[in-house]
């Protein structure tokens, strides 16, 4: 219907096409300088020329596509089934906060979802991102270890100008973490991968292109949940599946837009894991494989706590205690004919005895109801990367790496260095407190 998009003062309706109308020349600018590299225009050139040429026209590509994402970003990206994608804002009168959102299909490629959140959305690359998995289901964790949970999380993500990733919905470790981060008062990006076939009332985000809509807060059920209030930005994963069916459609675009962060633009990425479930195990080892850093709240049950068990030596017990909403996951494990939750465990121990056990940190409480981690949660998020490098351990991706290349990340060593001074005589005692 011709809705407008557009940033920086630029106005693009959904109509319009990039390469027709006033926006052919915008399209055609790069075309005119690749014809300045032609044979016919370069054969007596010196080769030194002939360089500096072509080095103008990959900046110049570059320079190009970023403008057009700035300008045109929604308009370049669709849905499932071609349609253009929705995006814009979402209120929630409830907690009076606005988010932004964009519906994309889950065949969207990292680079281009990326180049949407820098440049249309104008995000700033983060130092480092700290990507939360677990439990989809509501849980508490024990009062001491909430706190620490809270104050850490945020010491951590702010020090270190973070992104925080989760699944977005109003739901579990998704509604545990945001709530967390925004009671703090610190301005962060928090965003949320979700499926958008699995969202309660989606058909309020649709046909928006550019404006803003409504939603208010809805009972979470296994066809759908409600997008989480405390979230600054969605990304809506649009597979063309709906209700149940839709659930888990959104991984794997968002394990790749993490991977091209990590891999591409050399951003260290650590996984904090909440509680979980078998899935949760899936996330983890992937993660283990890559060797990016993990750091386990040991005592928030389900798979946080099996994996902690399971590297401290209980072999097949870490399972025992282990329920799911259809029974004991060793049961159903038997029930379907596999040991896909042990065999998971296995290599993820694996992964971090390799690293010499690095790659797993354990974040917990003891049975006198005090923390066993002699620093602050920011501490043990930072330094479980840096440590990777201390050890001659990492890349600048944030991978381990043999021990011929050490060296830290100035970057995330000095908001460490820092959070470890200052909390050093405060932690333990306001964790018992």
Not at 210 to 219: E, F, H, I, L, N
Request: aromatic share 6%.
């Amino acid at each position: 219907g011709g809705a407008s998009i557009g940033s920086g003062g630029v106005t693009m309706r959904s109509t319009d096409r990039i390469g027709a109308g006033p926006y052919a020349r915008l399209a055609e600018t790069p075309r005119r300088k690749a014809g300045a590299l032609s044979y016919a225009n370069t054969k007596n050139l010196p080769e030194a020329e002939i360089h500096r040429r072509a080095a103008q026209l990959i900046q110049d590509r570059f320079v190009h596509a970023d403008a057009v994402m700035r300008c045109f970003g929604p308009a370049i990206l669709c849905r499932s089934g071609g349609d253009p994608s929705d995006f814009g804002d979402v209120n929630f009168p409830e907690l009076n906060t606005q988010s932004k959102f964009l519906v994309l299909a889950d065949t969207s490629t990292p680079q281009q979802v990326s180049r949407f959140v820098e440049k249309f959305w104008g995000l700033e690359k983060p130092e480092i991102i700290i990507s939360v998995t677990g439990s989809a289901l509501d849980f508490e964790l024990h009062p001491i270890l909430q706190r620490a949970f809270d104050k850490g999380l945020t010491a951590a993500a702010s020090a270190a100008n973070a992104w925080v990733i989760t699944g977005g919905t109003d739901t579990g470790v998704m509604k545990l973490v945001a709530s967390s981060l925004s009671s703090s008062g610190v301005s962060m990006p928090i965003l949320g991968f979700s499926p958008f076939g699995a969202i309660n009332e989606r058909e309020k985000l649709e046909r928006v292109y550019g404006g803003a809509s409504t939603m208010v807060s809805t009972k979470a059920t296994k066809d759908g949940a409600p997008l989480n209030a405390h979230h600054t930005h969605f990304l809506l994963v649009d597979s063309g599946k709906h209700g149940v069916k839709a659930w888990g459609t959104e991984i794997n675009l968002r394990v790749a837009f993490e991977s091209f962060y990590l891999e591409r633009k050399s951003v260290p990425m650590v996984l904090l894991v909440v509680q979980g479930g078998p899935g949760t195990l899936a996330t983890v080892l992937e993660t283990a494989k890559k060797g990016s850093p993990i750091v386990v709240v040991a005592d928030s049950g389900g798979a946080a706590t099996a994996i902690k068990q399971y590297i401290e030596g209980h072999g097949e017990g870490a399972l025992s205690n282990w329920t799911s909403p259809h029974g004991k996951v060793e049961d159903l494990a038997v029930k379907f004919g596999t040991e896909k939750p042990l065999g998971q465990l296995r290599e993820i121990r694996k992964c971090n005895e390799e690293s010499g056990g690095k790659l797993i940190t354990l974040f917990q409480v003891n049975n006198d109801g005090v923390l066993e981690a002699t620093e602050d949660m920011s501490n043990v998020l930072l330094q479980a990367i840096v440590r990777l490098w201390v050890a001659g351990g990492g890349d600048s991706a944030g991978r381990i790496t043999p021990p011929d290349r050490p060296g830290t990340p100035s970057s995330l060593a000095q908001p460490a260095l820092a959070l470890q001074e200052s909390n050093a005589s405060l932690s333990s005692q306001s964790m018992v407190s």
